[in-house]
């Protein structure tokens, strides 16, 4: 803005301009306000371009241009206050204000598009839902607002019952911010689904899957495919009840002692503040019973100041198998046993990362105390949502780990210590398929050498996803 149309703006209101000056005519110079006047609307400046209008008019009251130039721009202005009073009512909880305010917008105006994603709103907040609707048709069809029109049209639909409707509208946003926000919306609309059903194909390769230590001859390489299920039922949404299971399916290129199989039910209850679950495992290891375990886990969190809290416990008996039947007398009283496992973290969420920080705690108390250890540490991850669609996850940690007595097989104590990461990246390709692919590193450095080794693991799948409200 000009300095002179500075002093415009602090001398009268741009829609009122000031009386032409009696007996002057000046031509030459209202043009020149006229152009100034185009310049600043062109700019997006209409204010300013209402303020040189009307000190054209001052110069000249028959300057046509200056005439339909103020009356343009006097029309945006009052679009746009109608745009921000609307807003102020919503913040308010004002809807029926709302929408008197935007009757001043008309469709085709440049402030439409706003009008109708405010109109839908405040429609909303009244629960007439069906209008709400019919408000969004024109915003869903422009480029800058259908982004946003579709996160309001999946709210709709899951308000309706339509759980897959609204899912498969948040994963069709890809527009900016409006991306990261049908990210964030995802699972909380996935967590309200009362049956979920999963299942994926993966293939890998693992450079030690044997666990073979640092300098042996032989290589404890394979590549697997595995299969994967599962179910979860929350009758009641996201508080009360809730059973699941789970079941996996594995066979390797050449190591066949390695071929898996295992299958878990769990239930439970939801509360505000977290979670119960009790469950059963039961797992075969190259076609032979191998485990045997029934669980208990408790989880809590709380938020405090814009941070996630925090904790969980869960604590396992494990029963390792050489016989199916009897249970109890063909366990081995060696390697079965109690395991304890707990943490304790914080994470923060900042579109479009949430990171996350905390402290491991694992005590397995074996039958045979040189089976029994403590290992805790440190642990931390990011995961990152893009525009695109793709999550991405980083995942460390670190631990130490001691045993509890001497293994007599060696004849001291040992102690590890553990470094690990992990990277995964998920890509739906809509509301039910994804591609997934993961590569982890683990290095372990014993005291007993024999345990010493490195491992890195890398997979690539296909998952489909079925939620049912």
């Known amino acids: 803005m000009t300095p002179l149309l500075l002093l415009l703006a602090l001398a009268h209101a741009p829609c009122t301009p000031p009386s032409p000056a009696a007996g002057v005519v000046d031509a030459r110079g209202a043009a020149a306000y006229v152009n100034a006047g185009e310049m600043e609307m062109a700019a997006g400046a209409v204010r300013a371009a209402a303020f040189a209008y009307g000190a054209a008019l001052r110069l000249d009251a028959s300057n046509l241009r200056a005439r339909e130039g103020l009356a343009r721009a006097c029309a945006r202005l009052r679009e746009d206050d ?29 402030r439409a598009d706003d009008a109708a994603l405010l109109r839908a709103l405040a429609l909303m907040e009244l629960g007439e839902d069906t209008a ?172 405090v100041g814009g941070l996630l809290l925090q904790a969980e416990y869960g604590v396992r008996r494990e029963l390792f198998l050489r016989e199916l039947a009897p249970v109890l007398s063909s366990q081995d009283s060696g390697f079965s046993g109690w395991r304890h496992v707990g943490g304790a973290g914080v994470a923060w969420w900042r579109a479009p990362l949430l990171l996350r920080a905390g402290w491991r705690l694992e005590a397995d108390r074996a039958d045979a105390a040189f089976y029994s250890f403590v290992e805790h540490g440190p642990e931390a991850g990011l995961t990152l949502l893009t525009e695109s669609g793709v999550a991405v996850g980083l995942e460390l940690r670190a631990a130490a780990r001691r045993f509890l007595d001497v293994d007599p097989s060696f004849g001291t104590l040992r102690a590890d210590g553990v470094l690990g990461a992990a990277l995964t990246a998920s890509l739906p390709m809509d509301a039910h398929w994804s591609w997934l692919a993961s590569l982890q590193g683990t290095r372990v450095v014993s005291t007993l050498p024999a345990f010493t080794h490195g491992r890195v693991a890398a997979a690539l799948g296909l998952r489909y996803t079925l939620g049912v409200p």
């Open 132 to 303: 709400a609707h019919t408000a969004l048709a024109p915003a869903t069809r422009s480029p800058g607002a259908a982004g946003t029109a579709r996160l309001l049209e999946a709210v709709l639909a899951f308000r309706a019952d339509r759980a897959g409707e609204a899912e498969a509208l948040l994963v069709g946003v890809r527009e900016g911010r409006a991306r990261t926000s049908a990210e964030a919306l995802l699972p909380l609309l996935r967590r309200d689904e009362r049956l979920r059903l999963s299942a994926a194909v993966r293939a890998g390769w693992d450079g030690n899957l044997a666990r073979v230590p640092e300098g042996a001859d032989e290589s404890g390489a394979d590549g697997a495919t595995a299969l994967e299920a599962s179910v979860s039922w929350t009758p009641t949404g996201a508080r009360g009840p809730l059973l699941g299971a789970n079941a996996l399916l594995s066979r390797q290129l050449t190591q066949h002692a390695f071929d898996a199989m295992v299958v878990d039910a769990h239930g439970g209850w939801r509360l505000g503040w977290g979670e119960a679950l009790a469950g059963a495992s039961y797992s075969q290891l190259g076609g032979s019973p191998y485990l045997m375990a029934l669980r208990l886990d408790v989880a809590a969190r709380r938020e």
């Open 82 to 110: 109608a745009v921000e009073a609307a807003s102020a009512h919503l913040d308010a909880a004002r809807p029926r204000e709302a929408l008197a305010s935007l009757k001043e917008v008309t469709e085709d105006s440049a």
